[in-house]
């Protein structure tokens, strides 16, 4: 965190991130807040690149700016609500106490989380060449059990979609 | 204007055909002086290339910086240097991110002005045209001629368009067809950035184009427009999970996520993973046709049914930027097949005399071809067939398939038995499923190859070259 460079990184791709969040909730068109939010995700990629934290960063976007961007736009165009020029903000109270909400919680986790704290030689030995293998080993090691809650929950979320979507053609013609 | 009457008149096709003369008759038919410059170039480069070549065998060049091997080799030498001489550490990165920064872009950049000649030729002697052949010697500088009237056009904006958003997509289309190049291993040392993470990083900026797509689309304010994203979308959607299930098949073989340990794999073991892993090979070739918007899946620009898909209402050089992204990511696309399932830079041994790089773009090269010949052969598909073909077939035989790999390398790695034997299996296991699994599937989601089609007619049976023959025999 010394180099001048990753200082500069980390106050550039903090901006971008801030004012990509910023115009989130500045633009009144849905889909140029879904823009302005992928370029948030864009950086906190970097802001991940610059902790070396290179998996995580790719994964970012991978999985927010390329998949959940375009889930975003598939919601955008099937909702009749969030046509063009849309300026409704129906859920305002309760997002704003849910936005908080989340934003307490995940304060909360970093400040009791006991951080450790290295410089120099001793951060130069800790950092691992990659951390796709730490990874893997902690998801299907120690986290096993909350991984496969959330693949079960994606699962049933999956089947649920199916299931609301189904026609139920045959039912109906007896 | 003398030149206006000696021009070769536009000519019917058989004529053409009649005066269609090959390379060495075009050879035979130069002016004496020309043929002894040519014969005195080849025999230099002859005695050239026999001279490098006493060099290599020697191993008169290991170790030293102008090993043209593997440009990795002067890149560290450069790194020794300069840490020699006291100078910052940052300044080597510098030079060597920004001059291969400039060799990825150059590459990229002479492909756009080769290539749409190169594939418009092609097209053309597979279906006996001649293919543009006015401008210049072999029609040569017709992409030139292309892009100073894409330049001198005017840049149209709808009225109804969203300005800040049909601004932006040529622009954000451009940017991962050239980052998708960044960890892509041209010799054993020689990549721009080996990253530890090169597959997922690879699918992660193939899925950025989405969006663009998806933006230019919807900013037009056009129906055509409109339509186009939403199917190219969909497309994209669907292609990017057997990709990634394939790739990750390839992940279990090697148990690396970088490429150059993938290349280095598919080296040390000498097998090419379309070998190994056949259907994988079909799936990840298929799919990113489906991915760059090319024939046989390029529904959403389908011209002849919505004029040109999600750039309908781009004009002028962005028109033209979208075009030379979709030539751009063909070649990127030939890198990553030749990389993951051609053994990349490695040829049998070979690569320790010839340069890595050159193997690797005759790859590239020769699977861009396959691009082109299959551009030229097939029709596209519906858009229905394509995401069945995607979800309902595609994506369960690769599953299947990770399954049947995840097995196998568990067995490669630990079973201690010798290579040939564990891989011989795989290959053999895997060639079977292929074949039975593509039967049976096919069987149980009631496709029955026998009862659908006839058989396909070759051209010769339909005039083709047959009738070039006749007409040949005829003069």
């Known amino acids: ?174 | 204007m003398s030149s206006a009457a000696d021009r070769r008149p536009a000519t019917p096709m058989a004529r053409q055909i009649l005066e269609h003369h090959s390379l060495l008759s075009r050879a035979r038919a130069l002016p004496g002086e020309a043929r002894f410059v040519l014969a005195v170039l080849t025999l230099g480069a002859l005695v050239a290339g026999a001279g490098i070549g006493f060099l290599v065998v020697t191993g008169q060049l290991d170790g030293r910086w102008y090993d043209l091997r593997d440009l990795g080799n002067a890149t560290a030498h450069f790194r020794g240097w300069t840490q020699r001489q006291g100078i910052h550490s940052a300044v080597p990165y510098l030079v060597t991110g920004l001059l291969g920064g400039i060799a990825i872009l150059s590459l990229v950049g002479g492909w756009l002005v080769i290539g749409v000649w190169a594939e418009r030729r092609l097209i053309a002697k597979f279906q006996i045209r001649q293919g543009p052949n006015r401008v210049g010697p072999f029609g040569l500088l017709q992409p030139l001629a292309d892009a100073v009237k894409l330049l001198q056009k005017e840049v149209l904006i709808p009225i109804g368009a969203d300005k800040l958003l049909f601004f932006l997509p040529p622009i954000l289309i451009f940017i991962p067809a050239m980052l998708g190049w960044g960890p892509v291993p041209w010799a054993p040392k020689m990549s721009y950035a080996d990253l530890n993470v090169g597959v997922v990083y690879t699918i992660a900026i193939s899925s950025l184009g989405v969006l663009a797509v998806f933006l230019a689309g919807w900013s037009s304010n056009n129906h055509y427009a409109l339509l186009g994203a939403m199917r190219t979308v969909a497309m994209m959607v669907s292609y990017e999970i057997p990709i990634s299930i394939s790739l990750l098949a390839i992940v279990l073989f090697t148990g690396s996520l970088q490429l150059s340990d993938i290349v280095a794999w598919q080296a040390q073991h000498n097998v090419w993973m379309i070998v190994l892993l056949p259907f994988g090979a079909f799936t990840f070739l298929f799919a990113s046709t489906a991915e760059i918007n090319r024939t046989p899946n390029d529904i959403g620009e389908a011209e002849s049914e919505i004029v040109a898909g999600f750039h309908t209402e781009y004009s002028g050089m962005k028109a033209g930027l979208f075009l030379a992204v979709e030539l751009g990511n063909a070649l990127l696309v030939g890198a990553m097949m030749s990389t993951f399932f051609f053994g990349g830079y490695s040829l049998f041994g070979l690569e320790r005399w010839i340069p890595g790089y050159l193997i690797m773009g005759a790859k590239t090269f020769l699977v861009y071809f396959g691009f082109v010949w299959l551009r030229a052969t097939l029709p596209r598909f519906r858009l229905d067939q394509l995401m069945a073909f995607a979800w309902k077939f595609l994506i369960p035989l690769s599953i299947i398939q990770l399954l049947f790999v995840a097995v196998e390398s568990m067995v490669v790695v630990q079973s201690g038995l010798p290579g040939i034997v564990t891989i011989g299996g795989s290959i053999i296991a895997n060639a079977a499923l292929t074949f039975v699994g593509v039967r049976a599937w096919a069987n149980a989601i009631g496709y029955s190859p026998k009862e659908m089609a006839s058989p396909p007619i070759m051209t010769n049976g339909v005039g083709g070259l047959r009738a070039a023959e006749q007409i040949r025999a005829a003069s």
């Open chain 1, 1 to 174: 965190m010394e180099s001048p460079g990753i200082i500069l990184a980390f106050w550039v791709l903090s901006a971008i991130t801030v004012a990509g969040c910023a115009m989130v909730l500045v633009a009144r068109n849905l889909v140029h807040a879904l823009v302005f939010l992928v370029l948030a995700f864009l950086g906190m990629a970097g802001l991940f690149l610059t902790l070396s934290a290179d998996f995580l960063a790719v994964a970012q976007i991978l999985i927010y700016a390329g998949s959940i961007a375009v889930l975003m736009v598939f919601a955008i165009m099937l909702t009749p609500l969030a046509a063009r020029d849309n300026a409704n903000s129906l859920y305002l109270l309760p997002a704003l106490a849910s936005g908080l909400g989340m934003a307490a919680i995940v304060s909360f986790v970093a400040l009791v989380t006991p951080w450790a704290e290295l410089k120099g030689d001793a951060l130069a030995q800790n950092d691992p060449p990659t951390t796709v293998a730490a990874i893997g080993d902690l998801l299907l090691g120690r986290y096993v059990l909350p991984f496969e809650v959330a693949s079960v929950l994606l699962f049933f979320a999956l089947l649920g979609a199916i299931v609301l979507v189904h026609e139920r053609g045959s039912r109906e013609s007896q």
